[in-house]
């Protein structure tokens, strides 16, 4: 297989497989589908089908009903029981529907096609047999990823520090707090969708932070818009993995500005949102977030990606995320080519209403300034060399470069300590730790 000149390999074309006795029926679906650009292979019999199996890859069988010696019943039960992951069409006449549903029975098959078929229709059929096939087996190697997800967790020291080595030291640092928060992934759901999130911003700087900082500004969005305690929740954990389908793209799409790329860039960074979707569907407790994320670049006025939805056609939570990361990206730099100030940035809000953005959730959002305070839980601020056991942190611990080390609520062990310890030391910088008051202690400020 080559690569094309950006380095992406090409999809290779699906394989089928035309069963059929007479000559001019192959001939014609031959001509039909090739014209389609899949790879064809042809039998004359349901035994040379399956000697044909035996040695080539296989995605779809088209089989005619009546044939000698074995039928399309009889093939297609025999396709099945070895193949059964191969797609399986039969083509059957009207007379034959007792046969049609003992095939039905034995070869489960995905569809039946009456003769004579109509080009069209049996085309349009086989590209939808295949494109389910398709996501069936991407939906089961997912699910597959997340059946296995603390086992992996629990290797995320090599694994990860072989995955990402040539990319980031900063991951080899990080990665023992990875395993420590899937310790304790059944008591705080919220730690690990915060170490995800944090993945990406170790590709690039310039998102250190990012996700972090928008999931703060959407959480108070969305209480201030009166969404309930599970549906604000959604909004965080979409707000905290909105890029994590920008993990599939190359470093230097996320270099620079989004409006400093060329017109083909933007249109691969744009399927970041659907590419998100699709690598969370498969987890329940995230299949609200992933519609948020896949339609959080959508526009009010309905000339957004990837649906093109409109007004209250896109999903609240999407509306509030959309403002939340562009206000965040507008300071950052990564939407423009330079960084604008807090109130730059909320006027380009307000210049968005009814276009970018919902009016009435700019209003809302640029009210939180001064009329949300933030009740904040005592805290006390204290070096490493402060800490025992059973403290428990009031804050998110980050590393100095902005990376998650520890989420807020974790209760400090012996082992947490230490390494929190040997992290100061490989780093040579001394941390900030905000903590609980223990029971009875005075709030300290510092």
């Known amino acids: 297989m080559t690569e094309d000149a950006c380095g992406v390999q090409p999809e290779t074309p699906a394989t089928l497989l035309l069963v059929d006795d007479e000559a001019s029926i192959l001939s014609s679906l031959r001509r039909l589908f090739r014209s389609e650009g899949y790879r064809i292979l042809t039998a004359e ?224 960074v744009m399927k970041h949102s659907v590419k998100g979707e699709m690598a969370l569907m498969a987890i329940e407790q995230l299949q609200t977030p992933a519609k948020l994320i896949r339609a959080h670049h959508e526009r009010f006025d309905g000339n957004g990606y990837p649906d093109r939805l409109a007004g209250f056609g896109i999903p609240m939570g999407a509306r509030i995320l959309a403002i939340a990361n562009e206000f965040d990206a507008l300071q950052a730099g990564t939407l423009q080519n330079k960084k604008l100030s807090e109130a730059e940035a909320r006027a380009w809000l307000v210049e968005g209403k009814g276009k970018r953005y919902d009016p009435a959730l700019v209003d809302l959002f640029n009210e939180t300034k001064s009329a949300i305070a933030e009740t904040r839980e005592p805290e006390i601020a204290i070096k490493s060399y402060q800490l025992r056991p059973g403290l428990v942190l009031a804050r998110d611990l980050v590393s100095g470069e902005g990376y998650l080390l520890l989420a807020r609520g974790h209760a400090l062990t012996d082992s947490l300590i230490e390494q929190i310890r040997q992290f100061e030391k490989s780093e040579g910088a001394s941390l900030t730790i905000y903590v609980r008051p223990p029971t009875g202690a005075k709030e300290k400020t510092s």
């Open 45 to 268: 019999s349901g035994a040379k089908g399956l000697e044909i199996l035996e040695q080539e890859k296989v995605d779809l069988i088209i089989s005619d009903m009546r044939m000698p010696e074995m039928d399309g019943a009889a093939f297609l039960g025999k396709v099945k029981e070895r193949w059964p992951r191969i797609v399986r069409i039969l083509l059957t006449g009207y007379a034959d529907i007792t046969s049609t549903i003992a095939a039905i029975n034995q070869g489960e098959i995905y569809r039946y096609i009456a003769k004579p078929w109509d080009d069209t229709d049996i085309i349009l059929n086989v590209r939808q047999a295949l494109e389910q096939n398709r996501l069936k087996a991407e939906n089961e190697r997912l699910q597959a990823l997340t059946e296995k997800q603390n086992h992996e967790l629990r290797q995320l020291n090599e694994g990860l520090e072989a995955l990402v080595e040539q990319r980031t030291g900063e991951l080899r640092q990080t990665v023992s707090f990875l395993e420590l928060a899937q310790q304790n992934l059944k008591k705080s759901y919220l730690n690990t969708v915060k170490v995800f999130s944090g993945l990406l911003e170790m590709r690039n700087k310039n998102l250190s932070g990012h996700s972090r900082r928008v999931a703060d500004h959407a959480r108070k969005l969305a209480i201030r818009a009166g969404l309930n305690e599970s549906d604000v929740q959604d909004v965080v954990f979409a707000a905290l993995l909105h890029d994590i389908g920008k993990m599939a793209l190359p470093d230097r799409l996320l270099e620079k500005p989004f409006y400093n790329l060329t017109m083909e860039d933007q249109a691969e």
